[in-house]
């Protein structure tokens, strides 16, 4: 079967560092999308990684390491405005199908 | 570019009435999502389309739901009866092409009375 696991929810410190896991078990594998969702908006895209190895993009890394069906989203120095759910999504197909993981709620306090 | 556009926003209806949501993808993405999200469920991607042909519909619940992509700049989600289960916001998605991130629309929050 398919199976993609995030923790429910974590909670930090402004201006600390979060870790968000990602374990995955798919028939297929293409690629591995971080998405961010703001209650009640749209998903939006953070980071993508298809080969082994950590991906920067200025706060936000994200790491992959397909041999262990894991990835990670590292936000640092965190922001109050990065309280949202934080989804990992698995290309699983060559045609570019999706599938998503339940969500990680982040909750950023002062 | 506009993004990728959806209506309406908000719909309420009485079940066993037909729901029909509407979606632009952005202008020269060849791939179409429609995804539908709750609580309970998560986000669940319905059905995708590559340059208009319908790829795959197996998320697609039931023969209530139906989907089509006519032209590259217009797909609608038609829920036909209506139930109270069906309601949930739905997300229409384009991207450029395989391998590339999925650009979400504001989504269709749709109640069913």
């Known amino acids: 079967g398919q199976n993609i696991d995030q923790p429910t929810e974590m909670t930090a410190t402004e201006g600390a560092i979060v870790q968000i896991n990602c374990t995955y078990q798919?028939?297929?594998?293409?690629?591995l999308f971080w998405y961010q969702q703001h209650a009640g908006e749209a998903p939006t895209f953070l980071s993508y990684n298809v080969l082994d190895g950590l991906e920067e993009k200025g706060r936000f890394s994200s790491f992959l390491s397909r041999s262990k069906g894991y990835s990670y989203l590292l936000l640092k120095e965190l922001q109050m405005k990065d309280s949202a759910s934080y989804l990992c999504a698995i290309q699983t197909d060559s045609w570019g199908k999706f599938q998503f993981g339940a969500g990680t709620q982040v909750v950023v306090t002062p | 570019d506009a993004g990728v556009i959806q209506s309406p926003r908000h719909e309420v209806t009485e079940m066993g009435q037909e729901v029909t949501l509407r979606c632009k993808p952005i202008?020269?993405?060849?791939?179409l999502f429609w995804y539908r999200q709750t609580m309970m469920r998560g986000l669940e991607l319905l059905i995708y389309f590559n340059n208009n042909v319908p790829i795959d519909d197996s998320g697609m619940p039931e023969d209530r739901f139906s989907a089509k992509m006519p032209n590259a700049s217009f797909s609608t989600l038609k829920i036909q009866p209506s139930e109270p289960r069906d309601s949930a916001v739905y997300f229409c998605?384009?991207?450029?092409?395989?391998?590339?991130?999925?650009?979400f629309g504001p989504g269709t929050r749709l109640t069913v009375l």
């Open positions: 998605a384009s991207s450029r092409s395989k391998g590339y991130e999925q650009f």
């Open positions: 202008s020269g993405h060849d791939y």
């Open positions: 798919t028939s297929g594998f293409n690629g």
